[in-house]
Every structure is written in C-alpha cells, then in structure tokens.
C-alpha cells in the first residue's frame, strides 16, 4: 500500500510530497490514514459521500481522499491562494470530472456557510492545530452541525501529548531531522521558515493538547472520539455525529 501511495503521490505532487516525505515522513503517513479511514468509512455506507475537507494546502491529503473512493464528492477549503492554486494544478483531473471543487474562504466561513446536516464527512490533516483556541473551538461546533446524523469527521494533525516533557523530547528529534534533511539539501530557507512555524504550533495560544482537544469534540456533541494510531506528535482523530 505504501508503495502506492508513494507512486500515486509523487508523480501529481511531485517536489511538494518528496520533501515533506524526507522532513516530516510521519505527516505524510498522516493524510495516508485520513485516506484510508475514509476508504474504511465509506465501506460502511451504500451511498456517495459529500465531503468537506479543512485545509487543503497543496492537494496532498485531497489526494489521499480522492483515491479512497471513486463515488465522493469533495469541497476542498484553503484561503491561502498560493497553496491552492498548486492544488488546482496538481488536481485538475478530478476537478475536471465533477469531483473536487475549491473555497478559498477560511474554515470558519467555509462552514457558517455550509447548509446544517449537509455533510458526510469533513476531513483534515495538519490544519486545526494552525488555528488559536477560540477559533478551533468554532470550527469544531461548525463542524458538528454540518455532519449529517451518522457523519464522521477525520482528522490527522498534530495532537500535543498531555506530557510535556514526553512531547518536548519529541518535537526536539523532530527539528533536529528538518535540520538534518534541509542543510544536506541546501534549504536553508526552508529551514527557518519551519522553524517559525513550530513556534507558533507550539505556543500557549494555539497548541493542540491531546485530552484538551478530544473533551472538545466530546462537548461540542460527537461520539465515539477515538486517537489510534500516534506517531511522535502526530496522531489520528476519528469522532462520529450519532
């Protein structure tokens, strides 16, 4: 299945899935697994599916959805235009056909101006944690009204482990590989603008703590909310709308 995966993804995405494979390969695996539990969701429904995803950056995990099923229909959301318009390029196949559309609003309108109990599932990879807390908090009641009863939302991304010491020791092995992989491929550039960017994921006012953010889903009304598998500081987040 890897090899797949690894073949299907680097020959539409190309630069862009090779190098988060050799920095981060565990985000990869990531949107791998949103894929898979929607192949694995979707096998339990007689039906297409309507599908919004949250984040859909560059087409790396649209991809990952797209190749679960052939009967979905999905709304990818990103507002940053430079990301999306490499989506649409990557992707312009399912676009083609009537399979992917675009919204380049930010995922808080994305979902206030989707219909309530519209949705099968919403799916993401790294997105929710980028938000700060009272943001993501929005996002996921939205989230829940526009599930339809029986819906599931996915989600891949980086869930801070509740130990501190546990998770700094391994966001510490996690920069000491971008600065493995960048400075032998001369990306220097690249190298700090991840760098910056960890900082703010794991600053106070947006970092995603594993038992804080799952109590959210709980009390914004999904059940079963369930983390399996962890990777490091990754992990996946499956919760269904009874």
């Not at 390969?25 to 697994?33: E, F, I, Q, R, Y």
């Not at 599908?51 to 229909?73: F, P, R, W, Y």
């Not at 032998?184 to 804080?212: P, V």
């Not at 500081?233 to 499956?238: G, S």
Request: charged content about 20%; aromatic content about 8%.
């Amino acid at each position: 299945m890897t090899e797949k995966y690894d073949a299907l993804f680097s020959g539409v995405i190309g630069q862009d899935y090779e190098m988060l494979n050799l920095i981060c390969p565990s985000a990869v695996k990531m949107s791998h697994l949103v894929g898979e539990t929607l192949k694995n969701y979707h096998a339990t429904q007689a039906k297409s599916l309507t599908i919004v995803e949250l984040g859909g950056g560059t087409g790396i995990t649209t991809l990952a959805l797209l190749n679960a099923s052939d009967n979905t229909k999905i709304l990818s959301v990103d507002n940053e235009p430079v990301m999306q318009e490499q989506a649409k390029k990557h992707l312009n196949t399912w676009f083609a056909m009537g399979r992917l559309t675009f919204s380049s609003d930010d995922a808080l309108t994305a979902l206030q101006n989707t219909p309530t109990a519209s949705v099968d599932v919403v799916a993401s990879a790294y997105t929710l944690h980028n938000f700060p807390h009272s943001y993501r908090e929005e996002v996921v009641q939205e989230i829940f009204r526009v599930l339809k009863s029986g819906g599931q939302f996915i989600n891949g991304d980086r869930y801070a482990l509740d130990d501190i010491s546990q998770h700094t020791r391994l966001t510490q092995n996690e920069i000491a590989d971008y600065f493995r992989v960048l400075i032998a491929e001369q990306k220097l550039d690249l190298l700090e603008h991840w760098i910056i960017h960890l900082f703010n994921d794991e600053s106070e006012n947006y970092i995603m703590r594993e038992t804080l953010a799952l109590n959210q889903l709980r009390h914004a009304g999904f059940s079963n909310v369930n983390i399996a598998p962890r990777i490091g500081v990754n992990a996946l987040v499956t919760a269904n709308k009874i």
